[in-house]
């Protein structure tokens, strides 16, 4: 609340914000890790990755596809850390052959890779289509 702080921020601008102390619920972010939490309790739920959610392979996964998708803001955790120029190195490879990969743990990671991305994909579909049922139709929109 200085005077230096509000300079700087004018400055930078940066718009300032004052949320209530000791108050978790005030700051923004509450509803955001919800929505994390909500995400992660589908994917280590969901069948075909219930055996092996613990795996430390697995939940980086876990935590790249959480970071590559938003709902909330069109661009994605890794590109708001990274910048967009940065956003093409953080792209794992699309699905291989099973047949070109001699590698037991190989064949495991690309298959745990397409799961998890299906189990997001899966998700962020059914919370958009959510979010979009209490819309009214389009033709009654402006």
């Known amino acids: 609340m200085s005077d230096s702080v509000s300079k700087v921020n004018a400055l930078l601008g940066i718009g300032h914000k004052l949320n209530l102390v000791n108050v978790h619920e005030s700051n923004g972010v509450e509803r955001t890790n919800q929505e994390i ?12 990755i219930r055996t092996k959610w613990s795996k430390p392979w697995v939940l980086g996964l876990v935590e790249y596809q959480l970071n590559s998708v938003s709902t909330e803001t069109q661009h994605s ?24 990969v001699s590698n037991v743990f190989l064949r495991q990671l690309n298959a745990t890779i397409a799961t998890v991305r299906d189990i997001t994909h899966k998700y962020q579909e059914d919370l958009i289509a959510g979010r979009k049922s209490d819309n009214p139709p389009e033709d009654k929109t402006n």
């Not at 992660?40 to 069948?47: F, G, K, V």
């Not at 955790?77 to 070109?100: Q, R, W």
């Open 37 to 48: 939490l909500k995400l992660l309790r589908t994917l280590c739920n969901y069948e075909r």
């Open 77 to 100: 955790a890794l590109e708001l850390s990274f910048g967009t120029a940065d956003l093409k190195y953080f792209h794992l490879p699309d699905a291989l052959s099973p047949d070109s």
